[in-house]
T-cell receptor, first 114, second 113 residues
Framework: DAGVTQSPTHLIKTRGQQVTLRCSPK?????VSWYQQALGQGPQFIFQ???????QRGNFPDRFSGHQFPNYSSELNVNALLLGDSALYLC?????????????FGPGTRLLVL | LAKTTQPISMDSYEGQEVNITCSHN???????ITWYQQFPSQGPRFIIQ???TKVTNEVASLFIPADRKSSTLSLPRVSLSDTAVYYC??????????????FGRGTQLTVWP
């Protein structure tokens, strides 16, 4: 049983560009969350998707947007990249019926903005 | 949401028991205490969760005193592969039942040979 998968593993972009990151949740999971983790910091919540809708959002600007597909996979889009967007982007999934505190994380996508 | 305080770093040697304490003075009645582990260049991994007293699984034990204002993650006989960042999380965003996790900076545990 594959866990949470993310692609690509690494990405280099320049300021002002746009990027799309992808996530496939663990089998049986329908809720997907995205987190940003800067170097030396804990993950920070970006937003959460369930039933193809954004259900909750953290303190991130509108440059960060997402989507969830009928197969529960998800995308994170970041427009007008800034140097400060360089971070590890993590996707986490869980079943809707599971305990909220128990989530399964993918390995992340390391984004470097030059 | 209960704010958590844990040491920024800890060092240990292989074979020793490691105890990481987390303070959460403002824990709410219905909050659970959850610990995650994160290896370099990987996502966090759930390791244990408890509400009160003691919880044990194949990875760790979690000790929670009666007042629940702190908790201690205990790792028995650590090995080099236990070198990781350990996060203590308390409570979730009650605005949504879907679960939004709040991570602090965690405790960097380094195990030496």
């Amino acid at each position: 049983d594959a866990g949470v998968t993310q692609s690509p593993t690494h990405l280099i972009k320049t300021r002002g560009q746009q990027v799309t990151l992808r996530c496939s949740p663990k089998s049986g999971h329908d809720t997907v969350s995205w987190y940003q983790q800067a170097l030396g910091q804990g993950p920070q919540f970006i937003f959460q998707y369930y039933e193809e809708e954004e259900r909750q959002r953290g303190n991130f600007p509108d440059r960060f947007s997402g989507h969830q597909f009928p197969n529960y996979s998800s995308e994170l889009n970041v427009n007008a990249l800034l140097l400060g967007d360089s971070a590890l982007y993590l996707c986490a999934s869980r079943p809707r019926s599971g305990t909220p505190e128990t989530q399964y994380f993918g390995p992340g996508t390391r984004l470097l903005v030059l | 949401l209960a704010k958590t305080t844990q040491p920024i770093s800890m060092d240990s040697y292989e074979g020793q028991e490691v105890n990481i304490t987390c303070s959460h003075n403002n824990i709410a009645t219905n909050d659970y205490i959850t610990w995650y582990q994160q290896f370099p260049s990987q996502g966090p991994r759930f390791i244990i969760q408890g509400y009160k007293t003691k919880v044990t699984n194949e990875v760790a034990s979690l000790f929670i005193p009666a007042d629940r204002k702190s908790s201690t993650l205990s790792l028995p006989r650590v090995s080099l592969s236990d070198t990781a960042v350990y996060y203590c999380l308390v409570g979730i965003d009650r605005g949504s039942t879907l679960g939004r996790l709040y991570f602090g900076r965690g405790t960097q545990l380094t195990v030496w040979p």
